[in-house]
C-alpha cells in the first residue's frame, strides 16, 4: 500500500503523485490541508522518516514566518502545534510505503520508497527528465 499526504496546489506533490501512479500504484490520497492532522499523526510520521517538526516546517508559501516559527528559539513543541492548527505548514508530500515514510521533495525522492518504478521515459511538470527512455534514473 502506497499513502501520499497530498496537497494538489503544490507541483511537486502532483509530480510524486503522477509518478507513484505511472509505477502502477493505486494510492491512499489524503488532501491534509482539508482532512487536518492529529498530534499522533504528525509525530508517527515525523518518526518514521526521521524528521523533526522543524526540519519538516514548510517556511516558504505558509504562515511560519509570520507566526514566528522561523526563530531558531522556537521549540519543536510550538512548531507542531502550529502544524495542528495551520496544517499547511507542514512540507510536503509525505509518502509511505512498505519501503518506509519519506519527505519527498525534490519529487524524485519518491523512488527511494517504491519498490516499482515508471517505465521512462518519466518527466517531471516542468519539463525535467527524472527517467530516461531506458528506465535509468537521471535524478
Known sequence: MVVIHHNPECGTSRNVLQIIQDA???PVVIEYIQEGWTKPQLQ??????NL???TALRTSKSPAKELGLLDESVSDDVILEAMLE???LVNRPIVC????VKLCRPSEAVLDVLE???KGPLIKEDGE???DENGNRLL
Do not use: M, S
Request: proline share 12%.
Open 86 to 88: 495551520h496544517p499547511v
Open 52 to 54: 523533526t517538526p522543524r
Open 44 to 49: 508517527a510520521l515525523f518518526a518514521a522518516a
Open 116 to 118: 516499482n518504478w515508471p
Open 24 to 26: 502502477g500504484y493505486e
Open 129 to 131: 527528465v527524472i527517467i
Open 97 to 100: 510505503t512498505a519501503k518506509g
